[in-house]
């Protein structure tokens, strides 16, 4: 690695340092846009009491649900879960923790963790469970809670192509958190299906500029589909 | 007869106007797509990050990399737009969608919402409603008057942890199209058939009735 390179040649090196309690920020929607290779690799890895913040949690065996398999999730934060078995049984075991959070609130936290913003005032959520303890501040007749932002000792992001300096683009609805978890991660690993070189993409179309990623790897991907549904 | 699902999303298109960007939820609110009048230009937002979303793609068309908020695989029409979750709520939040229509379990004379949680079964989380229902002016709920043994869903106050407060002005049931306003429910359409006093009877919160309640045309 060089300059500003930001290409490693393994998951294990792009995940190296990830310890047991780290908390990791996960691009992704359902299985859409996930991070399948370093997922792959933190599940090789074994490190347990994980909290991850991500939108969903994947299925049984595919996406995030593979590191509940070997319990290695201890806290997860989401909008919405619950498309597995093994998820349900750890929850009501006591062996996982779950913090439900709007998904709308869940994009800005990440957003505002990696853009220095510590916290933000938000009506989503005010007067729901969701509200409950959290300071409330009236604006112009209305009433909003306050949300505090997320950033993670890991960011885990799939993109679909990325240059050698780190710019990525992603493709369609494989978007969704991705940008956000890119930017809330001491340190951002970006994995993407194909490499390029500066100059290859154009910059007017970056949606991750390089600085925010620290570890970038090409895989190869699943990409397995939730719901197939079908025009006939 | 109380309205089917798919006359209950015909209902709900009528609140349709050319231009609109409009949000709809799983269940009875997708089926609203099905019934844009012709010649309407309504473009459909899809929370996860899809702005002008299409129809279910042929196994040509099929993507992995395009879903909808219900992780289906999608189509986008000529003119979408697909941006990251954040723009996604951004839009949503700030104002910018013209109609947002999503099913509940129960509303009540105040204008709150509940319809993610039920205390005792397993809590699966609630998504993007609690942003839909907190950003959006223009919202309209759809679901049955009453469970299926009858009770109510039409209340003096929600009885389930509530997924937004005060924002609810719109619900269009199989029996009814009701409006919220003033801590009241107003009756202003009844399903074909149905009678005033069989609404009355399904509806715990107060409710004001006027002299002639116009029957829901099909």
């Not at chain 2, 409009?22 to 702005?51: H, K, R, W």
């Not at chain 2, 993007?128 to 907190?134: F, K, T």
């Not at chain 2, 209340?155 to 619900?171: E, F, S």
């Amino acid at each position: 690695m060089s300059g500003f390179d930001k290409t490693v040649n393994s998951y294990a090196e792009a995940l190296d340092g990830l310890q047991d309690g780290m908390t990791i920020i996960a691009g992704g929607f359902g299985l859409c846009g996930i991070p399948e290779g370093c997922i792959a690799r933190i599940r090789e890895m074994g490190v347990r009491d994980l909290t991850i913040i991500s939108n969903n949690c994947g299925v049984d065996d595919f996406g995030l649900g593979l590191l509940l398999e070997h319990k290695q999730i201890k806290k997860m934060v989401s909008s919405y879960v619950g498309e597995n078995a093994l998820f349900e049984e750890q929850l009501l075991n006591g062996e996982l923790e779950v913090e439900l959070t709007p998904q709308g609130t869940l994009a800005e936290k990440m957003r505002a963790g990696g853009a220095g913003i510590p916290a933000f005032y938000t009506a989503t959520g005010y007067g729901t469970p969701v509200g409950e303890g959290k300071e409330v501040r009236e604006f112009n007749g209305r009433q909003y809670i306050l949300e505090e932002a997320v950033t993670g000792d890991f960011a885990i992001v799939k993109g679909w192509k990325a240059d050698r300096y780190g710019n990525v683009i992603y493709r369609h609805t494989a978007q969704n958190f991705n940008p956000m978890a890119a930017t809330a991660g001491k340190i951002t690993v970006v994995e993407v299906e194909e490499l390029v070189e500066p100059g290859e993409l154009d910059p007017t179309g970056i949606h991750t500029p390089g600085i925010y990623v620290d570890r970038l790897v090409q895989g190869t991907f699943e990409k397995r589909i939730e719901q197939r549904t079908i025009t006939e | 007869m109380a309205l089917s699902r798919e006359q209950l999303a015909m209902r709900v298109a009528r609140e349709l106007q050319d231009g609109y960007y409009v949000n709809l939820g799983i269940g009875i609110p997708t089926l609203v797509a099905n019934y844009i009048p012709d010649g309407m230009e309504v473009m459909l937002q899809s929370e996860n990050g899809l702005l002008g979303m299409g129809p279910f793609p042929t196994e040509e068309q099929l993507d992995a990399d395009m879903i909808n908020a219900g992780k289906q695989t999608v189509t986008a029409i000529t003119g979408a737009s697909i941006f990251n979750s954040a723009e996604s709520f951004a839009m949503i939040r700030g104002g910018h969608v013209d109609l947002t229509v999503l099913g509940a379990f129960e509303v009540d004379v105040e204008g709150n919402i509940a319809s993610w949680m039920i205390p005792g079964k397993l809590i699966k989380g609630m998504g993007g409603a609690m942003d839909l229902v907190a950003g959006a002016d223009n919202i309209i709920v759809t679901m049955t008057h009453a469970s299926k043994k009858g009770a109510s869903k039409l209340l003096p106050k929600c009885t389930l942890p509530l997924t937004g407060a005060g924002c609810i002005h719109k619900v269009v049931t199989d029996l009814a199209y009701v409006e919220i306003e003033d801590g009241k429910f107003w009756l202003k359409e009844r399903a074909p058939g149905v009678s005033v006093d069989e609404i009355v009877a399904k509806t715990a919160g107060e409710m004001v009735v006027p002299e002639t309640v116009p029957e829901m045309g099909f």
